[in-house]
């Protein structure tokens, strides 16, 4: 199996999508087996608990937030659609990837302002995203799934309070598998080994995406951006190529 690991997007409203469109076409040319978005693709700032009150808070809108997450997610796909649209044509095999989308803190926003709210039950959902329209297997936020032996969650966590591990040294003690998270800006690789050898790699790579944050500060926007494809998955090993999103940019505009 090789696998196409998503980290963190978090498209917001009047971001520039085209990085989206070039990881689109890595992933037609490269084919592989199975693509897994780790979580918070959205950004939903309008719901975001932290800038109530701001002036930064003004304008955002939930609507805006659902369009352009549909948006960047045609902008991923698209490159897909177009490919099979031509080998139907064409009569040639079409692609279609296993796709599993992980739903991150940023999604979860929308089910803590219904649970907060109960008058918005039935007018905010997950569904309003449209993940599954493309066909993605979507899973709960902080759910665990385990695909040829290693393990994704949005964030693994540690210690009674369910914190996100702090490092992927800290998460491989916690996992005790391979296991990768998104969540962290930034890559951090940590490896171990089980008694009879086999490699364990936990990885936290939680960032894919252009736009600086301000909640980062000068020095906190400035970490790795981009993709991780995994080659030869097999029971929990692989092997790990990351691939920066200046790189897609350049080769794949």
Same mark, same amino acid.
């Not at 978090?10 to 520039?16: K, S």
């Not at 037609?28 to 979580?39: A, T």
């Not at 709210?117 to 709960?140: Q, R, T």
């Given at each position: +199996?090789?696998?196409?690991?998503? !980290?963190?997007?978090?498209? #917001? !409203?009047?971001? /520039?999508?085209?990085?989206?469109?070039? @990881?689109?076409?890595?992933?037609?040319?490269?084919?592989?087996?199975?693509?897994?978005?780790?979580?918070?693709?959205?950004?939903?700032?309008?719901?975001? &608990? %932290?800038?109530?009150?701001?002036?930064?808070?003004?304008? #955002? #809108?939930?609507?805006?937030? @659902?369009?352009?997450?549909?948006?960047?997610?045609?902008?991923?796909?698209?490159?897909?659609?177009?490919?099979?649209?031509?080998?139907?044509?064409? #009569?040639?095999?079409? %692609?279609? !990837?296993?796709?599993?989308?992980?739903?991150?803190?940023?999604?979860?926003? @929308?089910?803590?302002?219904?649970?907060?709210?109960?008058?918005?039950?039935?007018?905010? &959902?997950?569904? /309003?995203?449209?993940?599954?329209?493309?066909?993605?297997?979507? @899973?709960p936020f902080l759910e665990v799934v385990v695909l040829d032996g290693v393990a994704f969650s949005h964030y693994f966590t540690t210690g009674v309070a369910g914190r996100p591990a702090s490092s992927a040294a800290a998460q491989l003690r916690r996992t005790n598998m391979s296991a990768i998270a998104g969540h962290q800006q930034g890559l951090?690789?940590?490896?171990?080994?089980?008694?009879?050898?086999?490699?364990?790699?936990?990885?936290?790579?939680?960032?894919?995406?252009?736009?600086?944050?301000?909640?980062?500060?000068?020095?906190?926007?400035?970490?790795?951006?981009?993709?991780?494809?995994?080659?030869?998955?097999?029971?929990?090993?692989?092997?790990? +190529?990351?691939?920066?999103?200046?790189?897609?940019?350049?080769?794949?505009?």
């Amino acid at each position: +199996m090789k696998t196409l690991v998503l !980290p963190d997007t978090q498209v #917001r !409203p009047d971001d /520039d999508l085209q990085f989206l469109e070039c @990881i689109g076409n890595y992933i037609v040319q490269k084919k592989p087996d199975r693509i897994v978005c780790l979580g918070d693709f959205a950004d939903l700032p309008s719901l975001s &608990s %932290y800038d109530v009150g701001k002036k930064s808070f003004e304008g #955002r #809108r939930y609507t805006l937030d @659902i369009e352009a997450a549909k948006a960047g997610m045609a902008k991923l796909m698209g490159p897909l659609q177009r490919h099979n649209k031509q080998m139907r044509k064409t #009569r040639h095999a079409q %692609y279609i !990837p296993e796709l599993t989308m992980l739903l991150g803190n940023h999604e979860n926003r @929308i089910d803590r302002a219904v649970n907060n709210d109960a008058k918005l039950e039935g007018l905010l &959902s997950v569904k /309003d995203l449209g993940y599954e329209n493309w066909g993605w297997d979507v @899973i709960p936020f902080l759910e665990v799934v385990v695909l040829d032996g290693v393990a994704f969650s949005h964030y693994f966590t540690t210690g009674v309070a369910g914190r996100p591990a702090s490092s992927a040294a800290a998460q491989l003690r916690r996992t005790n598998m391979s296991a990768i998270a998104g969540h962290q800006q930034g890559l951090q690789i940590h490896t171990g080994y089980h008694a009879d050898g086999r490699r364990i790699t936990n990885i936290i790579a939680g960032s894919c995406y252009e736009t600086p944050h301000d909640y980062l500060g000068p020095q906190g926007n400035v970490h790795w951006n981009g993709v991780l494809m995994l080659h030869e998955v097999n029971n929990g090993e692989f092997d790990l +190529m990351p691939i920066s999103l200046k790189y897609l940019k350049n080769r794949y505009a």
